[in-house]
């Protein structure tokens, strides 16, 4: 596919770009005998293309800069094609982790289940409407997953950077579902552990998020094993500090800028490090009612903002706030310290230090 521009100005831009014609393409491929199925993926281009960060290929763009990868040309916008596979990596687990938490919205619009739903109850169709909703959300999070692969092996990469990036990839699949498995695990079993949110942020978030991404990058750059290592240390603490991050956002964010009601964590019933260091920190503290309430309404989907009040208010008192922020600078540090011993070289090292600093510091 063609890049229009340079690429290192507008990573996000040329990424969505290459998406929309890619999605429309393969839309365009569909049989006549599912044209029906067109209008579901319309909806699934949708939600790829609305809103989202892009972080994961623009992690492994400059990863790719930063190991010495070049700018533009056939190359560059072959690397540009494989990375930007990360994006529908991505929409699958989004798709399926709202109807795993049952959430209702995600960027500030209904989820793709919740849009099948009413859709089904819209039409008087037979049957159940959520569990139609459900059925459709599966598929189509499957169906991301496919074009994704799809879009990673047929990049027109060298056969030597293909076989560099295969491995960063197929660990990076495994592991997000590995940690999906552990979240929904760790809500079912009401684990209050440190360690099982940490598994789950590393596994769910770190991985697929800044760690094999960047492993992607500078291994299609050729980089080396004390780079690669270097590089995942830096990948592992910031997509961890980047879900404490996001943990925060979840029971204190603005909705009008998150586009998540804020407490559906608690809803969901998920034991984040938040809600495990509220916990040990209220029991130690001998505030044994505030940890019962706080037991209480975890997996509540009928909560009131009243009740969450009374959470946010507790892990302020108790100081679990200030602790998740405290380890979110010691992994930002960290991080840091490890980019710095990594070899990698400007402009693609300042970048990735930025990139970094933006996802732990965000608002959204």
Known sequence: MEIDGDIDTAVHRHVEALLRRYLAQRRAELPALAQ???AAVDTLSDFALRGGKRIRPTFAWWGWRAAGGEGAGPRAEAVLTAVSALELIQTCALVHDDVMDASELRRGQPTVHVRFTEAHRAGGWLGEPERFGTA??????????????DLFTGA???????????APWLAMRAEMFAGQYLDVLAQAEGDESEDRPFGVARLKTAAYTVERPLHMGVALAGAGEDTVDAVRRFGTDIGIAFQLRDDLLGMYGDIEVTGKPVGDDLREGKRTLLVALGLKYADA?????????LRGVLGD????????D??????????AVDELERRIELLTGSGMAALEESGLTDPGRTRLADLAIAATRRDR
Do not use: K, Q, S, Y
């Open 310 to 319: 009374r959470v946010r208010e507790l892990l302020v008192e108790v100081g």
């Open 285 to 293: 503290a001998g505030r044994h009612a505030d940890a019962d309430h």
């Open 156 to 166: 027109p990469l060298a056969d030597e950077m293909r076989r560099a990036a295969r």
């Open 136 to 149: 459709a959300a599966i598929l189509l999070g499957d169906l991301a997953l496919a074009w994704a692969d």
């Open 36 to 38: 029906t199925f067109a």
């Open 301 to 308: 989907p009928a909560l009131t903002m009243a009740n969450i």
